[in-house]
């Protein structure tokens, strides 16, 4: 069966990076996008870019840009994200999801990474 | 940038149908999403391309898109259906998400 497995919660301080990986088992890692979605507490979604591990192609919004890294290992069918230079407002529960391409629906979701970012 | 907007709340007596609906520019001419998300869990696809229901998604689920507006209809609601919910689009290859509806059964 389908499975995203994501690493555990982290704290960080701000100005800090924070790295959250997604193990993915199942099926094909190479055939499915992997997006990454992210919710503050008590807030709702906001999608934050994706990769396609087939070509390493990565897009990320305005909004991270520069902040974030998408990576992915097709050895450990993994895919990472890293996020640098933390805010108190990057606080939140940060979600990897399956798509079949670049613009699909998120048929599998892992079951989130909660970080907090603390001084 | 594109904008989805759903109502904070929507209430339904149990066995009773639900609406939810979502509204943007032509939201018509896009195709719409829908995740449930219960307390504690990751989204769950309920709906997608307007009006298809993955495997495992009971009946009761449907959908529409028409003009500014999509709508998720829940009929003969159960209390396991109360959730938040959340419709989604894609606009130049960026995933945007409505603000979420909290379904609530009583």
């Known amino acids: 069966q389908v499975q995203l497995e994501q690493s555990g919660a982290e704290v960080k301080k701000p100005g800090a990076s924070v790295t959250v990986s997604c193990k993915a088992s199942?099926?094909?890692?190479?055939?499915?996008?992997i997006h990454w979605v992210r919710q503050a507490p008590g807030q709702g979604l906001e999608w934050m870019g994706r990769?396609?591990?087939?070509?390493?192609?990565?897009y990320s919004t305005q909004r991270f840009q520069g902040r974030v890294t998408m990576t992915s290992d097709t050895s450990v069918t993994t895919a990472y994200l890293e996020l640098s230079g933390l805010r108190s407002d990057d606080t939140a529960i940060y979600y990897c999801?399956?798509?079949?391409?670049?613009?699909?629906?998120?048929?599998?979701w892992g079951q989130g990474t909660l970080v907090t970012v603390s001084s | 940038s594109y904008e989805l907007s759903q109502p904070p709340s929507v209430s339904v007596s149990p066995g009773q149908t639900a609406s939810i609906p979502c509204s943007g520019n032509?939201?018509?001419?896009?195709?719409s999403s829908w995740y449930q998300q219960k307390p504690g869990q990751s989204p769950v696809l309920v709906m997608y391309?307007?009006?298809k229901r993955p495997s495992g998604i009971p009946a009761r689920f449907s959908g529409s898109n028409s003009g500014n507006i999509a709508t998720l209809t829940i009929g003969g609601t159960q209390p396991m259906d109360e959730a938040d919910y959340y419709c989604?689009?894609?606009?130049?290859?960026?995933?945007?998400f409505g603000g979420g509806t909290k379904l609530t059964v009583l």
């Open positions: 999801a399956r798509a079949e391409t670049e613009s699909n629906d998120f048929d599998y």
């Open positions: 199942g099926y094909t890692f190479t055939d499915y996008y």
């Open positions: 032509n939201l018509g001419k896009k195709y």
């Open positions: 989604q689009v894609w606009d130049n290859n960026i995933a945007v």
């Open positions: 391309e307007d009006n």
């Open positions: 990769i396609n591990p087939k070509i390493y192609g990565t």
